[in-house]
């Protein structure tokens, strides 16, 4: 039989690698016996695989029998499904992985030995095209071939958890079989697909941008201080705003911009404030924060002063309102045309219903280590993603990383469109046709990504992947969205990282302090601006005449997603609450930190969202 699959094979013009021919040949033959294939019928489905995967070499090597093992499970599975289609698809292979600690063994070992698997565990299960490249990685990775992180010892350990989650896997199994019947239930329930109502499209691919002039940034900034000013009148608690740069005796109430008056770093004596043109002008005046007991500023803050100004030289202040009340009013809801739709069979569904339960992990880039190509963190994060079968996985850039070694170098013989389709969005395509129609996937680019616009605010990815359109999506960078009502907003720049190292505060004399972290991440939302910071960090390309509405937090969202170079975390803000009546507003904020780091793995989030932040757990994991 092997002759007969072997001749079948020649027949339509492939061949075989001759120290390869033999171990092809009998997972080939074992294909056919489980599959009750005849050799004909199995050289057609591999023409099949073959095509879909649009390879360029004729050859039938041993580094592709994973990925066509896999179409043949699909083949079997739709089949089963066209004459069943209510019934669920249980294989061997599923036992297997919830029954094995090496979660990352997703597919079947045909006929291998210890050693064969062995080799195997470090080649790429999603293998399409073998290609060499010197010391440039690809899909064919040699099977010899051990990596520093394909050499780590412990795997998926749990770093940090938010509300007791269940326990993922830890490097170690020591309840393997406690609750089997319970993970076996679970894994054969489908999963339900998750609504997905993506929120503003602008700047859309193919933008023009570098048009930006003085007037763009000067318009920009004024009217962040108009709108944090009509917020704050429109509560009812403040009288308008006068000019700060008035001499007074009285108390005064201002609105401006934190500035410091020269090129170095903000510090207690170096502090302006900018007030609006209408207001003063655009003066600024020096700001005297000496008589508050505590305050958290940085340059590009927008805030209320009340104090006063005796001299015209220096406002003193007696209270800072660094943040706009939760219950002003805005004016986002009177632009619906701004919201787009892009599942509309969603949009049809009962409103009424609000389900406000998603599970999802959170990846940010890189997704390869930096002595190779190979994607190994992104491929191991994939086959997690597998078992725990989360309803949406956000996958944040960059993804072709402009500060790789061997993307700076130059030593790559592909482009960076095609890095990025071979090596992302094959991968993610082979996941979604694995897991079903109901995973989804979103993408979010980075200013990183050397395929991609060197602009921020930033379009998504111009990606339309065949079928898969309705799980694949691209957001811009910011973005925001909702997925099963539950808001969702991102940004891959690190303004976490830059806020932190320009912003002066001082802790309350009793003793107590706030968290860095947690006080950086409420004046993203308190300023309703993903990036808030000014003057820019050097290397932002800001540019104020592209869409600079997409920069703004138009509602607090229920999960806050910023990845940055600093420490992983997963905590709970609250806004608001500080007026009698006010109303108290939580959000998460998550921070996957990387999911590689030099030449060893990082961290992702993994969440599940029930109803509300308080009772939503969380896991910040280690791969």
């Known amino acids: 039989m092997e002759e007969e699959i072997m001749l079948e094979f020649k027949k339509i013009g492939f061949s075989f690698h001759k120290e390869e021919e033999e171990e092809v040949l009998k997972k080939c033959l074992t294909f056919c016996i489980n599959y009750k294939l005849s050799p004909s019928d199995l050289v057609s489905s591999w023409e099949v695989y073959y095509l879909n995967r649009q390879l360029d070499e004729s050859v039938v090597g041993n580094a592709l029998m994973d990925g066509f093992l896999l179409h043949l499970q699909n083949e079997q599975k739709e089949a089963v499904i066209k004459e069943e289609p209510h019934l669920h698809i249980y294989s061997s292979n599923d036992v297997d992985m919830i029954l094995s600690d090496e979660h990352e063994e997703i597919k079947e070992d045909i006929l291998g030995t210890p050693s064969d698997r062995s080799g195997r565990h470090h080649a790429d299960p999603f293998d399409s095209a073998q290609r060499t490249n010197g010391n440039s990685s690809s899909y064919g990775k040699p099977s010899n071939h051990v990596t520093p992180f394909g050499k780590r010892t412990s795997k998926f350990v749990v770093q940090?958890?938010?509300?007791?989650?269940?326990?993922?896997e830890n490097g170690k199994n020591e309840n393997k079989f406690e609750n089997v019947d319970d993970d076996i239930i679970?894994?054969?329930?489908?999963?339900?697909?998750?609504?997905?109502?993506?929120?503003?499209?602008?700047?859309?691919?193919?933008?023009?941008?570098?048009?930006?002039?003085?007037?763009?940034?000067?318009?920009?900034?004024?009217?962040?201080?108009?709108?944090?000013?009509?917020?704050?009148?429109?509560t009812g608690l403040y009288k308008e705003p006068t000019d700060p740069t008035v001499a007074s005796q009285?108390?005064?109430?201002?609105?401006?911009?934190?500035c410091c008056d020269g090129e170095g770093r903000l510090n207690e004596k170096s502090i302006l404030l900018q007030s609006s043109v209408q207001h003063s002008g655009g003066q600024r005046v020096r700001l005297d924060l000496s008589k508050l007991n505590q305050f958290s500023i940085f340059p590009g803050q927008v805030v209320g002063i009340e104090g006063h100004n005796p001299s015209g030289h220096c406002l003193i202040a007696s209270k800072i309102l660094d943040s706009i009340p939760v219950s002003a009013p805005t004016d986002v809801d009177l632009h619906p045309a701004k919201k787009q739709a892009r599942d509309e069979e969603f949009q049809s569904a009962d409103s009424s219903h609000k389900l406000a339960e998603l599970s999802l992990m959170v990846a940010a880039g890189p997704f390869t280590t930096t002595d190779n190509l190979l994607f190994e963190p992104l491929t191991e994060l994939l086959a997690y993603a597998r078992r725990k079968m989360p309803q949406l996985l956000i996958l944040l850039g960059p993804f072709v990383d402009s500060e790789h070694p061997e993307i700076r170098k130059g030593t790559v013989d592909r482009s960076f469109d095609e890095i990025f389709h071979l090596e992302i969005l094959r991968r993610l395509q082979d996941y979604v046709e694995y897991m079903g129609s109901a995973a989804r996937v979103i993408l979010v680019p980075s200013i990183r990504d050397a395929n991609h616009d060197f602009v921020f605010p930033q379009p998504a990815f111009s990606i339309h992947p065949p079928d898969l359109k309705h799980q694949i999506t691209s957001l811009t960078n910011p973005g925001m969205f909702d997925a099963n009502e539950v808001k969702v907003g991102c940004c891959t720049v690190d303004v976490i990282k830059q806020l932190s190292g320009e912003m002066i505060s001082r802790n309350p004399t009793d003793g107590s302090s706030r968290d860095r972290m947690t006080t950086i991440a409420n004046h993203i939302l308190s300023q309703r601006s993903f990036y808030p910071l000014y003057p820019l960090a050097e290397g932002i390309p800001l540019d104020f005449s592209l869409?600079?509405?997409?920069l703004e937090v138009s509602t607090i969202p229920d999960v806050l997603i910023l990845p940055s170079d600093l420490a992983s975390?997963?905590?709970?803000?609250?806004?608001?609450?500080?007026?009698?009546?006010?109303?108290?507003?939580?959000?998460?904020?998550?921070?996957?930190?990387?999911?590689?780091k030099g030449e060893g793995g990082g961290h992702f989030v993994e969440l599940n969202y029930q109803g509300s932040p308080d009772k939503t757990s969380a896991s910040v994991i280690r791969i």
């Open 160 to 168: 940090l958890t938010v509300n007791n989650p269940p326990s993922a």
């Open 186 to 234: 679970r894994r054969v329930q489908p999963s339900k697909r998750c609504s997905l109502l993506v929120h503003g499209s602008r700047p859309g691919p193919g933008c023009r941008f570098m048009y930006d002039r003085i007037e763009d940034r000067f318009n920009s900034l004024e009217n962040r201080i108009k709108k944090h000013t009509t917020a704050l009148v429109a």
């Open 250 to 258: 009285k108390s005064v109430f201002a609105t401006g911009m934190i």
């Open 547 to 550: 869409a600079p509405e997409a």
């Open 569 to 596: 975390f997963v905590k709970v803000l609250s806004l608001g609450g500080r007026n009698e009546g006010e109303e108290l507003v939580k959000c998460i904020c998550v921070n996957p930190g990387r999911l590689a």
